[in-house]
C-alpha cells in the first residue's frame, strides 16, 4: 500500500502515466520531412539548370511577341533563377556538417551556381532597370564568391574533387563576372558616357589671342584668316548611298552602321548636320521595304546590346574569357569522369554528369548564337569571302516575309508574316477602341420599370449579376491584375501591312524633302495633324479650317481622343459601303481605323511610354468612359458585345443634337469627357469627300509626332517587349533627319595670323 502511494505522488511516474500537456504536433507529417531532406538539393539544382535552359532558348522570344503571359512566364524564370540559384547554395553549406563522403560531391554543385547566377547570354536584363542595379549584381557576386569558397574550404583537405571544383569555380567567376560587365555597360549613365568623345576644348583661342594683340602692338599689319578643318571622319563605305535594292547581307551591315552611328539617340545625345545628311541620302533613296528591313536589324541590335550579353562577348577579352570558361567546363568533365566514384550515390553522380553536360551544351549553344549572330554577320564578313554565300543563305532563311491577308476588311492585303522563330519583332499593331471597352464594361442597369412576376426574376438575376461584376472588379483591382485583364480581354491585334508602311513612309519621305532648314524641321516636327491639313489646303480646295482648331488648339491626349472618336462614329457610319481594299477611299478608311485604335491603346495601355505627351490623358480617358457608359446605360444596351452593337451605339451618338448648343458651353470644364466633341468632330469631317485621306494622313502625323517626343528610353524599353510601331517610326524619323537631336552644324575652323606686306 505504502510503495502504490509513493507511486502515485512520485512526480516523474505521474508524468510517465500521463500524456504530456506541451506536447507539440506535428504538422508536415516525417514522411514529406525525409522526402525534403533528400530531394531539396538535388531537386532545386536540377530545377536551375532547367530554368537556364528554358532562358537560353526562350528568353529571345520577348522581343517577338507582346502577349502577356509568355512575357510573364519569362519574367518569373528570370527571377526564380537568381532566387534558387542562391537558396540552393546556403543549402549546401548548411549540409557540411555531415560526415558522409557524399558532401564532397554536393561542394562540388557550388560552383555550378555560380555558372547559374551568370545566367544564359541571352537574357541579362529584363528590363532597363535592372542594368541600373549593376552594382547590386557586383556585391553578389562578391558574397557568393565567399560562400562557395567557404564551402569548397570545409572540404579540405579529404575533398578528391578539388581539381575539378576549382575548375567550375573559374567557369562560374566568369560567367557571373560577363553578366555583371553586360549590366553595368547597359546602364544608361555608362550606356552615355561609353559614346561621349574626348572633352574638346576647340582651338587654343587665348594664345591665338595674345599673339594677335602682341603683333597689332607692334604696329604690323596682322588680320585673322579662319581655314576650315579637313573632315577627318569621312569613310567610303557611306560616301555615296548605294543605289537600287539591297540584298540580305547589306540590309545587317547598313543596319549595324547606322546602329553605330545613332544608338545615342537611346540616351538624348545630340548629332551633327553632316550625321543627318549621310543617313537621310541614304534612307531617300530606299524603297519602304528595304529601310524596314534596316530599322528591324537595328534596332535587333539595340535589343542585343540592352539586355543580352552580346557586348562583352563580341571582343577580344570577351571571346578569351569565353574560351577559358569553356575549356575549364570540358576539364572538369575528363576528370571527373576518370575519378574514381564508388564513394558517392550513384543518383548524385548521375546529377553531376547532367550538371557538366548541361554545362557544356548551354555553352555550345550560347556559342552558336554568337557565331551565327548578326553581330558576327556585320562585323566579320566580307562581300567576297567564302563564308559570306553560307551567311548570305542563312540571313535568306531569317529574312522578312510577307502573304496575303484572308480575314476581313483586310482581306487581299499583304501584310508582314516572318515565322515567329525568325522575327526581329512583333510584326503587329495592338487595337483598343473606345466605344467597344465602353459597351462591354458596363454594369447593367436595373430596370424596375415592370412588376410582374417574371420581370421581378430579371431584376434578381440583374442584381445578381451586378454584384457579381463588382465583386470581380473589386479582386482585380485589389490584385493590381487590371491592366492584365484589359489586355487579354479588350486589346487585339492587327498585323502590319505592306500598305500601312507604305504610306508611314512615303509621308516622312515627302516630310524630309521639305525639311531644308531648321525652322522647317522644327515645323514638322512640332506638328500633331495641322501640317498636312495645310498642306492639303494648299493643293485642293478642301477648307480645313475649322478642323485645325480641333488640333492645335487643345492638348494632345484632348485631340488623340477626339480624333478617335470621330473615326469611330465615322467609320460605323458607313460600315456596310464599299469594302474593297484595292479601293483607295476604302484603304484610307480602314487604315484610318486601324491607327486610330493603335495611337489610344498606346495613351491609355502605354502610359509610361507615352507620359512625354499623354497630359491627363487618363482622367480623360475614365470621364469620356464615364459618359458613354451613362449614355449607354439610358438607353438599355445590354453588355454582350458584337459589331452590330458597336454600330448602333455609334449612330445612337452621332444622332445626338450637337449644333444647337456645343457640349462644353452646356457642361462646363470640370468633367474632361470628350465624348460629344468628338461627335462634333465627326459632323465636320462627313461633309468632306476626302474625309477618309484627311484622317489617315491626320493620323499618320500624330503617330510621328508622338514618336519624335516620347522618351528615348521607353522606345529602347518596347524593344524587349515585343517592340512597337512607334519605335519603328521613331527610328525612321531620325534617319529621315526629322528630329531635334542634330544641332551640331559647324565644326571647328583653323585660325592663322596672316601679316601683310
Same mark, same amino acid.
Request: charged share 25%.
Given at each position: 500500500?505504502?510503495?502504490?502511494?509513493?507511486?502515485?505522488?512520485?512526480?516523474?511516474?505521474?508524468?510517465?502515466?500521463?500524456?504530456?500537456?506541451?506536447?507539440?504536433?506535428?504538422?508536415?507529417?516525417?514522411?514529406?520531412?525525409?522526402?525534403?531532406?533528400?530531394?531539396?538539393? &538535388?531537386? $532545386?539544382? /536540377?530545377? !536551375? #539548370?532547367?530554368?537556364?535552359?528554358?532562358?537560353? =532558348?526562350?528568353? *529571345?522570344?520577348?522581343?517577338?511577341?507582346?502577349?502577356?503571359?509568355?512575357?510573364?512566364?519569362?519574367?518569373?524564370?528570370?527571377?526564380?533563377?537568381?532566387?534558387?540559384?542562391?537558396?540552393?547554395?546556403?543549402?549546401?553549406?548548411?549540409?557540411?556538417?555531415?560526415?558522409?563522403?557524399?558532401?564532397?560531391?554536393?561542394?562540388?554543385?557550388?560552383?555550378?551556381?555560380?555558372?547559374?547566377?551568370?545566367?544564359?547570354?541571352?537574357?541579362?536584363?529584363?528590363?532597363?532597370?535592372?542594368?541600373?542595379?549593376?552594382?547590386?549584381?557586383?556585391?553578389?557576386?562578391?558574397?557568393?564568391?565567399?560562400?562557395?569558397?567557404?564551402?569548397?574550404?570545409?572540404?579540405?583537405?579529404?575533398?578528391?574533387?578539388?581539381?575539378?571544383?576549382?575548375?567550375?569555380?573559374?567557369?562560374?567567376?566568369?560567367?557571373?563576372?560577363?553578366?555583371? &560587365?553586360? $549590366?553595368? /555597360?547597359? !546602364? #544608361?549613365?555608362?550606356?552615355?558616357?561609353?559614346? =561621349?568623345?574626348? *572633352?574638346?576644348?576647340?582651338?587654343?583661342?587665348?594664345?591665338?589671342?595674345?599673339?594677335?594683340?602682341?603683333?597689332?602692338?607692334?604696329?604690323?599689319?596682322?588680320?585673322?584668316?579662319?581655314?576650315?578643318?579637313?573632315?577627318?571622319?569621312?569613310?567610303?563605305?557611306?560616301?555615296?548611298?548605294?543605289?537600287?535594292?539591297?540584298?540580305?547581307?547589306?540590309?545587317?551591315?547598313?543596319?549595324?552602321?547606322?546602329?553605330?552611328?545613332?544608338?545615342?539617340?537611346?540616351?538624348?545625345?545630340?548629332?551633327?548636320?553632316?550625321?543627318?545628311?549621310?543617313?537621310?541620302?541614304?534612307?531617300?533613296?530606299?524603297?519602304?521595304?528595304?529601310?524596314?528591313?534596316?530599322?528591324?536589324?537595328?534596332?535587333?541590335?539595340?535589343?542585343?546590346?540592352?539586355?543580352?550579353?552580346?557586348?562583352?562577348?563580341?571582343?577580344?577579352?570577351?571571346?578569351?574569357?569565353?574560351?577559358?570558361? !569553356?575549356?575549364?567546363?570540358?576539364?572538369?568533365?575528363? =576528370?571527373?569522369?576518370?575519378?574514381?566514384?564508388?564513394?558517392?550515390?550513384?543518383?548524385?553522380?548521375?546529377?553531376?554528369?547532367?550538371?557538366?553536360?548541361?554545362?557544356?551544351?548551354?555553352?555550345?549553344?550560347?556559342?552558336?548564337?554568337?557565331?551565327?549572330?548578326?553581330?558576327?554577320?556585320?562585323?566579320?564578313?566580307?562581300?567576297?569571302?567564302?563564308?559570306?554565300?553560307?551567311?548570305?543563305?542563312?540571313?535568306?532563311?531569317?529574312?522578312?516575309?510577307?502573304?496575303?491577308?484572308?480575314?476581313?476588311?483586310?482581306?487581299?492585303?499583304?501584310?508582314?508574316?516572318?515565322?515567329?522563330?525568325?522575327?526581329?519583332?512583333?510584326?503587329?499593331?495592338?487595337?483598343?477602341?473606345?466605344?467597344?471597352?465602353?459597351?462591354?464594361?458596363?454594369?447593367?442597369?436595373?430596370?424596375?420599370?415592370?412588376?410582374?412576376?417574371?420581370?421581378?426574376?430579371?431584376?434578381?438575376?440583374?442584381?445578381?449579376?451586378?454584384?457579381?461584376?463588382?465583386?470581380?472588379?473589386?479582386?482585380?483591382?485589389?490584385?493590381?491584375?487590371?491592366?492584365?485583364?484589359?489586355?487579354?480581354?479588350?486589346?487585339?491585334?492587327?498585323?502590319?501591312?505592306?500598305?500601312?508602311?507604305?504610306?508611314?513612309?512615303?509621308?516622312?519621305?515627302?516630310?524630309?524633302?521639305?525639311?531644308?532648314?531648321?525652322?522647317?524641321?522644327?515645323?514638322?516636327?512640332?506638328?500633331?495633324?495641322?501640317?498636312?491639313?495645310?498642306?492639303?489646303?494648299?493643293?485642293?480646295?478642301?477648307?480645313?479650317?475649322?478642323?485645325?482648331?480641333?488640333?492645335?488648339?487643345?492638348?494632345?491626349?484632348?485631340?488623340?481622343?477626339?480624333?478617335?472618336?470621330?473615326?469611330?462614329?465615322?467609320?460605323?457610319?458607313?460600315?456596310?459601303?464599299?469594302?474593297?481594299?484595292?479601293?483607295?477611299?476604302?484603304?484610307?478608311?480602314?487604315?484610318?481605323?486601324?491607327?486610330?485604335?493603335?495611337?489610344?491603346?498606346?495613351?491609355?495601355?502605354?502610359?509610361?511610354?507615352?507620359?512625354?505627351?499623354?497630359?491627363?490623358?487618363?482622367?480623360?480617358?475614365?470621364?469620356?468612359?464615364?459618359?458613354?457608359?451613362?449614355?449607354?446605360?439610358?438607353?438599355?444596351?445590354?453588355?454582350?458585345?458584337?459589331?452590330?452593337?458597336?454600330?448602333?451605339?455609334?449612330?445612337?451618338?452621332?444622332?445626338?443634337?450637337?449644333?444647337?448648343?456645343?457640349?462644353?458651353?452646356?457642361?462646363?470644364?470640370?468633367?474632361?469627357?470628350?465624348?460629344?466633341?468628338?461627335?462634333?468632330?465627326?459632323?465636320?469631317?462627313?461633309?468632306?469627300?476626302?474625309?477618309?485621306?484627311?484622317?489617315?494622313?491626320?493620323?499618320?502625323?500624330?503617330?510621328?509626332?508622338?514618336?519624335?517626343?516620347?522618351?528615348?528610353?521607353?522606345?529602347?524599353?518596347?524593344?524587349?517587349?515585343?517592340?512597337?510601331?512607334?519605335?519603328?517610326?521613331?527610328?525612321?524619323?531620325?534617319?529621315?533627319?526629322?528630329?531635334?537631336?542634330?544641332?551640331?552644324?559647324?565644326?571647328?575652323?583653323?585660325?592663322?595670323?596672316?601679316?601683310?606686306?
Amino acid at each position: 500500500m505504502a510503495s502504490l502511494t509513493e507511486n502515485f505522488l512520485s512526480p516523474t511516474s505521474h508524468l510517465q502515466t500521463q500524456p504530456s500537456n506541451n506536447q507539440t504536433f506535428d504538422v508536415i507529417p516525417p514522411h514529406f520531412k525525409e522526402l525534403w531532406e533528400r530531394w531539396n538539393i &538535388r531537386g $532545386l539544382i /536540377l530545377f !536551375s #539548370l532547367s530554368l537556364q535552359t528554358f532562358l537560353i =532558348l526562350c528568353a *529571345p522570344l520577348r522581343k517577338r511577341t507582346s502577349r502577356k503571359f509568355p512575357i510573364f512566364l519569362i519574367w518569373s524564370a528570370y527571377l526564380l533563377a537568381d532566387w534558387t540559384a542562391s537558396f540552393i547554395v546556403g543549402l549546401i553549406s548548411s549540409n557540411q556538417s555531415k560526415s558522409d563522403a557524399n558532401v564532397y560531391l554536393l561542394a562540388f554543385w557550388a560552383p555550378f551556381l555560380l555558372l547559374h547566377l551568370g545566367g544564359p547570354d541571352t537574357i541579362t536584363a529584363f528590363a532597363l532597370e535592372d542594368n541600373a542595379l549593376w552594382l547590386r549584381h557586383l556585391i553578389g557576386l562578391l558574397f557568393q564568391v565567399v560562400a562557395t569558397v567557404y564551402v569548397f574550404i570545409q572540404t579540405i583537405p579529404q575533398n578528391k574533387l578539388r581539381v575539378p571544383a576549382i575548375l567550375m569555380f573559374l567557369a562560374g567567376i566568369i560567367k557571373y563576372a560577363e553578366r555583371t &560587365r553586360a $549590366l553595368y /555597360l547597359a !546602364s #544608361l549613365g555608362s550606356f552615355r558616357a561609353s559614346m =561621349l568623345k574626348e *572633352p574638346d576644348p576647340g582651338p587654343d583661342y587665348a594664345k591665338l589671342m595674345e599673339e594677335f594683340t602682341c603683333k597689332k602692338d607692334a604696329h604690323l599689319p596682322t588680320t585673322i584668316q579662319l581655314v576650315n578643318e579637313p573632315n577627318q571622319e569621312w569613310s567610303p563605305f557611306t560616301s555615296t548611298a548605294k543605289e537600287g535594292d539591297l540584298n540580305q547581307l547589306e540590309v545587317v551591315q547598313y543596319a549595324f552602321l547606322y546602329f553605330n552611328k545613332f544608338k545615342g539617340l537611346i540616351v538624348d545625345l545630340i548629332f551633327s548636320f553632316k550625321e543627318r545628311n549621310e543617313s537621310r541620302d541614304f534612307f531617300l533613296k530606299r524603297t519602304p521595304s528595304d529601310a524596314l528591313k534596316v530599322i528591324e536589324v537595328e534596332l535587333n541590335f539595340i535589343y542585343e546590346v540592352l539586355f543580352t550579353k552580346v557586348v562583352v562577348i563580341h571582343n577580344l577579352s570577351g571571346s578569351i574569357f569565353r574560351f577559358i570558361s !569553356s575549356c575549364s567546363v570540358t576539364v572538369a568533365l575528363v =576528370l571527373f569522369s576518370r575519378l574514381d566514384k564508388t564513394d558517392f550515390r550513384k543518383l548524385d553522380v548521375r546529377i553531376t554528369y547532367a550538371l557538366l553536360v548541361g554545362a557544356l551544351a548551354l555553352d555550345f549553344v550560347s556559342i552558336s548564337m554568337t557565331v551565327f549572330s548578326d553581330w558576327t554577320i556585320a562585323t566579320l564578313i566580307k562581300d567576297d569571302s567564302i563564308l559570306a554565300t553560307f551567311f548570305e543563305y542563312l540571313l535568306w532563311l531569317k529574312r522578312q516575309r510577307v502573304s496575303v491577308h484572308k480575314k476581313s476588311p483586310f482581306s487581299g492585303l499583304k501584310k508582314l508574316d516572318t515565322p515567329r522563330i525568325f522575327r526581329r519583332w512583333r510584326e503587329s499593331v495592338s487595337q483598343f477602341n473606345l466605344i467597344a471597352y465602353c459597351l462591354s464594361e458596363r454594369i447593367p442597369m436595373d430596370d424596375s420599370r415592370n412588376t410582374s412576376i417574371c420581370c421581378g426574376c430579371s431584376f434578381a438575376w440583374n442584381k445578381t449579376v451586378r454584384l457579381l461584376r463588382r465583386t470581380k472588379d473589386f479582386v482585380i483591382d485589389y490584385l493590381g491584375a487590371k491592366e492584365f485583364f484589359d489586355d487579354w480581354k479588350y486589346v487585339s491585334r492587327q498585323p502590319v501591312f505592306e500598305k500601312l508602311w507604305d504610306l508611314i513612309f512615303e509621308e516622312m519621305l515627302e516630310k524630309s524633302k521639305a525639311a531644308e532648314t531648321v525652322e522647317i524641321t522644327e515645323e514638322i516636327c512640332s506638328s500633331r495633324g495641322s501640317y498636312v491639313l495645310k498642306s492639303m489646303d494648299l493643293r485642293s480646295e478642301i477648307d480645313i479650317g475649322e478642323l485645325i482648331s480641333d488640333i492645335d488648339e487643345v492638348a494632345f491626349d484632348e485631340s488623340l481622343m477626339l480624333w478617335h472618336i470621330a473615326t469611330e462614329l465615322c467609320y460605323r457610319d458607313e460600315q456596310n459601303t464599299n469594302t474593297n481594299v484595292n479601293d483607295t477611299s476604302t484603304t484610307y478608311r480602314e487604315f484610318s481605323k486601324l491607327l486610330s485604335d493603335y495611337m489610344l491603346y498606346l495613351i491609355v495601355m502605354l502610359p509610361s511610354m507615352m507620359s512625354a505627351v499623354a497630359g491627363i490623358g487618363e482622367i480623360r480617358f475614365r470621364d469620356t468612359c464615364a459618359e458613354a457608359k451613362k449614355f449607354f446605360d439610358r438607353r438599355r444596351f445590354s453588355c454582350t458585345l458584337d459589331e452590330s452593337k458597336i454600330t448602333k451605339g455609334c449612330r445612337e451618338i452621332l444622332a445626338v443634337n450637337v449644333i444647337d448648343a456645343k457640349p462644353v458651353e452646356v457642361k462646363g470644364d470640370k468633367s474632361k469627357s470628350v465624348l460629344f466633341n468628338g461627335s462634333l468632330l465627326a459632323r465636320k469631317l462627313k461633309k468632306h469627300n476626302e474625309k477618309w485621306e484627311i484622317m489617315s494622313k491626320v493620323w499618320i502625323e500624330m503617330l510621328s509626332y508622338a514618336a519624335s517626343h516620347c522618351r528615348p528610353d521607353q522606345h529602347a524599353q518596347q524593344v524587349s517587349k515585343g517592340g512597337e510601331l512607334i519605335t519603328m517610326v521613331w527610328l525612321l524619323m531620325a534617319h529621315f533627319g526629322l528630329g531635334g537631336q542634330f544641332q551640331i552644324s559647324e565644326g571647328h575652323a583653323r585660325a592663322k595670323l596672316r601679316v601683310h606686306k
